[in-house]
């Protein structure tokens, strides 16, 4: 029986270490930058003549852009806090939000006084690599939204 553990013992530990995969490489999108780039340049602001948020960015290739989505959250660290998006149904890179669907949508009163919303941009490809793919986020920027 001993004989038979220290003869299995070395081909068990050999075929864990054959059978581990060698991918290790982190999800994300480094592979894909050549055929992707992130919008840039987002700016937010708040208008309040007309109660709305004005967005603005920067798209250096739009030929495979179908649309763009908008997010936006209640928290800088945008992922933790509670999130809303909306496709845009165009190429345009500027947008005009109504203030009460923002906070609505992301659970605050919609006749909040202050308020900061924070936003971020991504494209959706459709080509013949990708079908419908989000790519990667801009850089977030946010809007105070003050109303006193």
């Known amino acids: 029986m001993k004989r038979i ?17 060698k991918d290790h ?6 592979k894909y930058e050549s055929f992707m780039k992130k919008p840039a340049n987002l700016v937010a602001t708040f208008e309040r003549s007309t109660d709305e948020i004005s967005l603005s960015w920067e798209m250096p290739d739009t030929n495979s852009v179908k649309m763009f989505s908008v997010a936006w959250s209640d928290s800088n660290v945008f992922d933790l806090g509670r ?5 845009t149904g165009d190429v345009n890179t500027t947008r005009k939000m109504s203030v009460s669907h923002v906070l609505r949508a992301i659970g ?38 003050y109303k006193k």
């Open 108 to 145: 605050q009163p919609a006749n909040a006084d202050s308020f900061i919303v924070y936003f971020t941009i991504s494209a959706l490809y459709s080509n013949e690599t990708f079908n419908e793919f989000v790519g990667p986020r801009s850089d977030v920027d946010s809007a105070l939204v």
């Open 83 to 87: 999130r809303s998006s909306e496709f």
């Open 5 to 21: 553990i220290v003869f299995l013992a070395p081909a068990l530990i050999a075929a864990v270490f054959l059978g581990c995969s």
């Open 25 to 30: 490489d982190p999800a994300g999108f480094g």
